[in-house]
């Protein structure tokens, strides 16, 4: 069930009795739906006023006691007055118009003019709704932020409000009449397309030359017949996210330079593990495929062996307790290889409800690996080596006299440890260097 509409109130001013009679009369005569309220004076206009009550519309007689119909549009202020008179002089009536009267009923004897006053004053409430959208419109298309232009079918502009001329820094009397591409810069205004799609970005041309860079959105009024007569163009100036737009771009260019130039391997992987982004020598290290690194898990890539020997520090890492930690892996290769890499973890987050993801960078130590590896295969070699000669063999520093290795044949012929040797001084002179 459509809700209730609010019935007119109708402030009638009369200062003849019979007139006023007359109207209650032709109320329910002709079925007038109104609610009417009944003054005679401008003092009781002003008490009406000051009480707080509301009218919609106003219906008074030309003559009043100590004023006239122009007292009460004055009063009135925005709500439609219908004066109502028996004279017949126009410039009475031209004049009471001018001021802002909405119409002027001419009263008759046999008072029928009451029978259209319905009708003028749904026109004079109409017309007060449609006037208070237009105010309503026009505060908003003069204060909002954004350039609004209004171009007629010919391309031309007929309309800007006070931030078109503060964008582009035409004045009205300038830019009234002139072809909307005027706006465009000069490489795009042979464009048929030009301001015919719903929105878009585009760079448009200040007076003074200078460019700036706007996001329009473009929309169609129709008149009764559905035929397109006006188009609004709203611009916004997004240059300062343009500008921001391009050093972004200029600086992802520039990491990715280095991501993918860098002679360290570089990944990025879930908490979870899956590996998310990686730059070309994390590539190489692996040999495998972008497109088979993307299905893999950081853990695929680790020897069986190594999956595990970091775990306290990573959950340190996820838990925030702390930053970073170092350390050393076999990374395993598509053909079935391992290399040693030395690894660097660390979490990236956006913000505190971000879960973020793991960076690893990966340095190669294979071949630090294989010395360390070469260097102790020597040591045990040279120690099976020394420990089979039965003579005293023995290193020291001759400056410091500090003993660096003895061999099983003197710690047995001496009956002394090889600590002892080391840190007792008195060992050197039992060998008789004392």
């Not at 609010?6 to 019979?18: A, F, W, Y």
């Not at 109207?23 to 707080?52: Q, W, Y």
């Not at 996210?241 to 990715?256: A, I």
């Amino acid at each position: 069930m459509a809700p209730k509409q609010d019935r007119i109130q109708l402030l009638s001013i009369e200062s003849d009795d019979i007139d006023q009679m007359a109207l209650m009369r032709a109320r329910k005569l002709f079925h007038i739906d109104l609610d009417i309220t009944s003054i005679s004076t401008l003092r009781e206009l002003d008490d009406f006023f000051t009480s707080g009550k509301k009218a919609d519309v106003i219906f008074c007689d030309y003559y009043l006691e100590y004023g006239n119909a122009t007292d009460v549009i004055q009063k009135a202020k925005n709500i439609p007055v219908l004066v109502t008179n028996d004279t017949a002089d126009n410039q009475v009536i031209v004049d009471i118009l001018k001021v802002g009267a909405f119409d002027f009923i001419i009263k008759d004897i046999d008072r029928s003019y009451l029978s259209v006053l319905p009708f003028q004053v749904e026109k004079a409430v109409s017309k007060k709704i449609s006037n208070d959208n237009e105010r309503l419109l026009s505060s908003v298309v003069t204060h909002i932020r954004d350039s609004v232009v209004i171009v007629n079918n010919a391309d031309e502009i007929i309309f800007v409000n006070p931030a078109f001329t503060g964008l582009y820094g035409y004045s009205k009397s300038e830019i009234l009449g002139m072809p909307m591409n005027i706006l465009v810069a000069p490489e795009l205004r042979g464009v048929e397309s030009n301001f015919k799609k719903a929105h878009f970005d585009q760079t448009h041309v200040r007076k003074d030359g200078s460019e700036v860079f706007v996001t329009v959105s473009v929309s169609t009024l129709n008149d009764e017949y559905d035929n397109p007569t006006y188009k609004i163009c709203v611009s916004r100036d997004t240059s300062e996210r343009e500008d921001l737009l391009r050093k972004v771009r200029k600086s992802q260019q520039r990491l990715s330079k280095i991501f993918d130039n860098s002679s360290v391997a570089i990944s990025m992987f879930l908490l979870d593990g899956g590996i998310v982004e990686f730059n070309q020598m994390f590539r190489d290290f692996t040999k495998y495929e972008a497109h088979e690194l993307n299905k893999m898990h950081i853990d695929d890539l680790l020897h069986s062996d190594d999956k595990l020997i970091d775990r306290a520090e990573y959950n340190s890492l996820l838990n925030d307790k702390i930053s970073t930690y170092v350390t050393e892996k076999r990374l395993h290769q598509k053909d079935d290889n391992y290399m040693w890499v030395r690894m660097s973890m660390s979490v990236v987050k956006e913000d505190q409800f971000d879960p973020g993801y793991v960076i690893a960078i990966a340095e190669d130590i294979t071949e630090r690996k294989r010395i360390q590896e070469a260097l102790t295969e020597t040591e045990v070699r040279l120690d099976g080596i020394m420990s089979s000669i039965q003579d005293v063999v023995y290193s020291m520093n001759m400056h410091t006299r500090e003993i660096y290795y003895v061999n099983k044949a003197t710690q047995q012929i001496f009956g002394l440890s090889d600590t002892d040797f080391r840190v007792s001084y008195s060992s050197w002179r039992t060998m008789g260097h004392g």
